[in-house]
């Protein structure tokens, strides 16, 4: 299953990721894991709206060429889904592959730090 872990946290938890898959890849583990990490709450829930989950429950099931076929497909205004797809794929949530528009994983697991 393709997953991708959305956290809250700081640069150092960051650090902390990256340096722990370093080290198992280095013992000859396959280390293949793929992380998103918003700097707070607030952050993560404005990038996480239930209209770009809803774009990216589409884009998991369908890819699309176009962000005009996107938003006609959802039934969305223009601007508002290129503002979502802009946001998304910054935050590393979407992806462009090949001219394509894709949301490759199947689930988003999200951690929260307190």
């Known amino acids: 299953m393709t997953k991708l872990t959305v956290h809250t946290g700081d640069p150092a938890g960051m650090g902390r990721r990256f340096v722990d898959a370093f080290e198992r890849a280095q013992t000859g583990q396959v280390v293949d894991e793929r992380h998103v990490t918003f700097l707070s709450f607030d952050a ?3 990038a996480l709206s239930p209209k770009r989950l809803e774009l990216l429950r589409h884009l998991r099931h369908e890819r699309v060429g176009s962000i005009q076929a996107l938003a006609t497909a959802l039934g969305r205004d223009y601007k508002r889904v ?3 797809v802009t946001r998304l794929e910054n935050a590393g949530l979407l992806v462009r592959q090949n001219g394509q528009l894709e949301a490759p994983w199947e689930s988003l697991v999200v951690e929260v730090a307190l």
């Open 44 to 46: 993560m829930m404005a």
């Open 82 to 84: 290129h503002e979502d």
